[in-house]
């Protein structure tokens, strides 16, 4: 396809230096980003390292704007951190069409660096626009970036490239051990491609674009640390693993307190069952032979609120008529004494 050249002519650094310089284009270099009029854009214009404390500015053919410059509709701001400023515009009219520059004065010779010569073509219905302009992914994750292109661009070449570097993938997949894996699909019925990119690292950050033909749209990826909820998920999961043990022991200790309390009660349920058969038992003459050592005997309680049940009461007996029994030595016989059960 044939190029066609252009010559510019135009004052830089207050009118001292004389730039006279030839732009020759053709339909794959030129640069040429569409914006929807009353839209925005943001031109991203990277630098070299050694011009980080350089003045930077954007420069058109009617006016200049330096470096770290906020106005109603635009914005020129630096990172030197990252070593690239970027241009933002806003409220676009078809007025704004036309050529643009991002400069850096290297304080040597030459004395200007052109970084970035991007011709804006403001429209109602843009060549090539994409849905979100600014895309965040996790990394390790991925992300997807959806481009659009009208009817006349329909057969040209799909591309998605970043800017620091210039490296552009195409329709298909690309898989590298340097990059993340890059798949682009194109969709001629929807006069759309899609990006996909997965395997998400923190240094793939940074600006991009789609284009068809030489009709671009830039968009900004930032990539984040590791998902948050991939650390939720991890609770999770030992949530789910230690609340049945948890559980499990709970019953554990319930059933071992039971067997103790069980175990505890049984002595006084014993005792009670004997001080129950001993109740039923009902003597009322004491008779023993004269070869019996020791006379027993088990005496009803007739009182059974009487405080001094329970206890050993010691009795005295005499001697029984008609009996050649006598009692012990002092006269004292031990006998056990059980309560009477109250009758209902």
Request: net charge negative; hydrophobic share 30%.
């Amino acid at each position: 396809m044939a190029a066609h050249t252009k010559i510019k002519i135009f004052y830089i650094s207050f009118g001292f230096w004389l730039i006279i310089g030839v732009e020759s284009y053709s339909s794959q270099s030129n640069n040429v980003l569409t914006v929807q009029t009353g839209g925005s854009v943001t031109i991203p214009c990277h630098y070299d390292k050694k011009y980080t404390q350089q003045k930077k500015y954007w420069y058109s053919e009617t006016d200049r704007t330096y470096k770290n410059t906020s106005e109603e509709n635009l914005s020129v701001i630096d990172h030197p951190d990252q070593s690239f400023f970027t241009v933002t515009m806003r409220n676009l009219q078809n007025k704004h069409t036309g050529h643009y520059f991002c400069v850096v004065e290297t304080g040597e010779q030459p004395p200007i660096n052109i970084i970035n010569e991007p011709y804006l073509k403001i429209q109602s219905a843009p060549d090539v626009s994409v849905v979100n302009s600014s895309v965040s992914g996790h990394e390790g994750g991925d992300i997807s970036v959806q481009c659009f292109y009208s009817s006349d661009y329909q057969n040209k070449l799909k591309q998605w490239c970043r800017y620091k570097d210039q490296s552009c993938y195409t329709v298909g997949r690309t898989v590298t051990s340097q990059n993340p894996s890059v798949q682009i699909s194109d969709d001629d019925r929807e006069r759309s491609f899609t990006v996909l990119m997965t395997g998400l690292r923190l240094t793939d950050s940074g600006w991009y674009w789609c284009s068809a033909g030489e009709a671009l749209n830039p968009v900004h990826i930032t990539v984040t640390g590791e998902e948050p909820h991939k650390e939720k998920d991890t609770n999770n999961e030992l949530l789910t693993v230690w609340l049945p043990v948890s559980a499990a022991l709970l019953l554990l200790l319930i059933l071992i307190s039971v067997f103790i309390w069980r175990w505890r009660r049984r002595p006084k349920q014993d005792e009670y069952q004997i001080r129950e058969m001993y109740s039923s038992t009902t003597i009322d003459k004491i008779y023993s032979k004269p070869e019996d050592p020791v006379i027993y005997s088990n005496i009803n309680d007739d009182n059974p609120n009487d405080p001094n049940k329970d206890i050993i009461t010691y009795s005295t007996f005499d001697h029984v008529p008609g009996s050649e029994a006598k009692p012990p030595a002092g006269g004292t016989i031990y006998s056990i004494v059980a309560p009477q059960q109250q009758q209902q």
